[in-house]
T-cell receptor, first 111, second 111 residues
Framework: NAGVTQTPKFQVLKTGQSMTLQCAQDMNHNSMYWYRQDPGMGLRLIYYSASEGTTDKGEVPNGYNVSRLNKREFSLRLESAAPSQTSVYFC??????????FGSGTRLTVV | QKEVEQNSGPLSVPEGAIASLNCTYSDRGSQSFFWYRQYSGKSPELIMFIYSNGDKEDGRFTAQLNKASQYVSLLIRDSQPSDSATYLCAVRDDSWGKFQFGAGTQVVVTP
């Protein structure tokens, strides 16, 4: 039982390049989330999907897009990466009663 | 803007002592409160959640909630070097499962 799987674990991009972060969960959870974590700022919500077929903006959505491909998969896309998007990205899913289960994270550096 | 505030630390605690972590939140309507532990370079993992005023104990951890004062705390008894980590306070924001996170308190347990 893998929980939440994120790929890749590390990535270096040049400014203007695009990439997609992949996330999949095998817990049959309806809701999935993308957060970024920056030093001193805690986790900030980028986008979320409360259920299959729906997506909504969080606190810091600019520069990102998402796709809820099916119940298991929720991807985050950076269309034109900027240095300000250098961060650690976490995908999470939410079960019926408790808190999030997080993926292992993606460390992204934009140069 | 809803806020969750924590002292950033580091909180230095002798091995075997009690570590006391504090968290305040701005949204008086919040109902669900969570504590996550995050080791350096790892993803957050849920250690406690509390919904009702008062204390909730789980092993060496005790969460305390005072909704009137908008205050939630975490006590770690008999602190061990393995407790050295950053502890994130999180408040569930709404019915869509969005959370507000504090920036975290770093705890260092010294032998």
């Amino acid at each position: 039982n893998a929980g939440v799987t994120q790929t890749p674990k590390f990535q270096v991009l040049k400014t203007g390049q695009s990439m997609t972060l992949q996330c999949a969960q095998d817990m049959n959870h309806n809701s999935m989330y993308w957060y970024r974590q920056d030093p001193g700022m805690g986790l900030r919500l980028i986008y979320y999907s409360a259920s299959e077929g729906t997506t909504d903006k969080g606190e810091v959505p600019n520069g990102y897009n998402v796709s809820r491909l099916n119940k298991r998969e929720f991807s985050l896309r950076l269309e034109s990466a900027a240095p300000s998007q250098t961060s650690v990205y976490f995908c999470a899913s939410l079960g019926p009663t408790y808190g999030y289960t997080f993926g292992s994270g993606t460390r992204l550096t934009v140069v | 803007q809803k806020e969750v505030e924590q002292n950033s630390g580091p909180l230095s605690v002798p091995e075997g002592a009690i570590a006391s972590l504090n968290c305040t939140y701005s949204d008086r309507g919040s109902q669900s409160f969570f504590w996550y532990r995050q080791y350096s370079g790892k993803s957050p993992e849920l250690i406690m959640f509390i919904y009702s005023n008062g204390d909730k104990e789980d092993g060496r951890f005790t969460a305390q909630l005072n909704k009137a004062s908008q205050y939630v705390s975490l006590l770690i008894r008999d602190s061990q070097p393995s407790d050295s980590a950053t502890y994130l306070c999180a408040v569930r924001d709404d019915s869509w499962g969005k959370f507000q996170f504090g920036a975290g308190t770093q705890v260092v347990v010294t032998p």
